[in-house]
DNA sequence: CGGTTCCTTGAGAGAACTCAACGTCGGTGG
DNA sequence: CCACCGACGTTGAGTTCTCTCAAGGAACCG
């Protein structure tokens, strides 16, 4: 068990934490298991130095950051659930990712120099600041983090291509709850959803109604159970053919050599 | 003018480089904007080493490379249209990218083992090699690289979000036109088109004949001209004003503070 | 208790798809 | 030289998936 699993709605994270507070904290920070995994020591500095300032978003509250604004920091999610967005002439709402604990945001921004979306908590929420001098000066001296930050923006890049895709709402929507119960560390299938169902369709491309309807096809293909955003996936095996993302396909074409 | 205006459908393109013409070619190769945008000098030959050895991909060829196959290089597009794609259980094709010269190929790999997507040739094209073991000694060796990486996977990763939104047939069409004008470095509004309808709604969720629809209704509009392939773009400023891919949002919820 | 947000369900509308047909073009071979 | 073939682009007609609009009920909060 994670020390994510419970979910940290709580108004104790709203509180300002000094700066005193860091290295403690680290210690739990799930960011820390990338750190882990790279093979750097816990007591390297500069990574955890980077990521010192933390801040509390809370749903509701001003944006993280707003598109359109420059860059000066990348923001890595210590606990909840932000969301990235932009807002259309229509005054439609698209979000462009979900982002949990141990995701780093901001990614599709390096290209550019400012903010392509906008970004708040869809629950209290608290990131840790990395400021972007600081980044580049890291990155510069360590390798491992380049390629821990190249690794990242691979994978956030392959979620958007397959989601990306011609699919119809089953499908997105299987893929969609697959993907975050993996993500949120589901243990035995129980998921609890931390956006509301405008927040999925905004995803996904769907109208609320739609994301209602189907998961409620899911309900009665007995693929799923619950109510509202607490889910519990019964056949994961199941909603893994609906979702069907990708199909590794085989060298078809390479036989035409030959001819 | 730039060495890739002339589109290099030439028979040419198939005969295979000796590594003696890596040092030549390689001032003309796309990716040497790159080199010089980053500072790095000509006569650096890590980036270039890495490069040298060369394919030529055919349209109908055996792949450059195949979905679930392991990653053991990026691919760097010198000329012509790679696109990547899969296969999903009922047959249908969807692109998830088109990758002109100057371009990475792979970048949505890295996070995993193995490929993603499957690539192939849209016309004769022209790869450099870059194998993963070298790049990553590279990287390590010069973080500029890593930082280009990183831009690159951004960028890719913003027009990715930006394509999976929920925009009408008019609004992805628009924003597919602009962006190959751009990547095409086309002048004038003067757009050849490598890629047949197909893969268009293939790749922006469309049916073959929707795109030609659509196209047609911007024609009887007068914002574009032209026939099958080749297009002329007549009113740049309207197709950007349907595209609207992005409305930079005001920080609309930024007064709540006061509350 | 009123107000708000969210979830759910129903009925009608619409955007895009499917199916079908036709003309064009370039290559191939009789 | 021309018929044939396949791939492509275009256009039309009917269908379908998803959206929009509307409404009711539940949960939450001040």
Not at 2 to 24: C, E, Q, R, Y
Not at 50 to 64: E, Y
Not at 135 to 149: F, G, I, K, Y
Not at 183 to 208: C, E, F, K, Q, S
Request: net charge positive; aromatic share 6%.
């Amino acid at each position: 068990m994670t020390p994510f699993d419970a979910a940290p709605a709580t108004a104790a994270l709203t509180a300002t934490l000094t700066s005193a507070h860091v290295k403690i904290d680290c210690l739990v920070c799930p960011v820390r298991t990338c750190i882990g995994r790279l093979g750097l020591r816990e007591e390297n500095g500069a990574w955890c130095a980077i990521l010192a300032p933390r801040r509390a978003i809370m749903p509701g509250a001003p944006p993280l950051f707003v598109a359109g604004t420059r860059v000066l920091a990348l923001y890595s999610v210590r606990a909840g659930c932000i969301k990235t967005y932009t807002i259309d002439a229509q005054g439609n709402e698209h979000i462009r990712g979900f982002h949990l604990p141990g995701d780093l945001i901001g990614l599709d921004a390096l290209g550019s120099e400012r903010f392509r979306s906008t970004a708040t908590a869809v629950e209290p929420s608290q990131v840790c600041v990395a400021p972007l001098a600081e980044l580049r000066r890291v990155v510069a001296s360590q390798p491992e983090l380049a390629e821990h930050l190249i690794e990242q923006a691979s994978r956030e890049l392959a979620l958007a291509l397959a989601l990306s895709g011609n699919f119809s709402a089953e499908q997105r929507l299987a893929a969609f709850l697959l993907n975050m119960e993996q993500r949120l560390l589901a243990r035995d299938g129980l998921l609890r959803l931390p956006m509301p169902r405008r927040d999925i369709g905004a995803y996904l491309r769907l109208a609320p109604e739609t994301v209602c309807r189907t998961l409620k096809g899911f309900a009665l293909r007995k693929w799923v159970r619950g109510e509202g955003r607490d889910l519990r996936l019964l056949a994961r095996d199941a909603l893994q053919k609906a979702a069907e993302p990708v199909v590794i396909d085989a060298p078809r074409a390479a036989f035409d050599l030959a001819a």
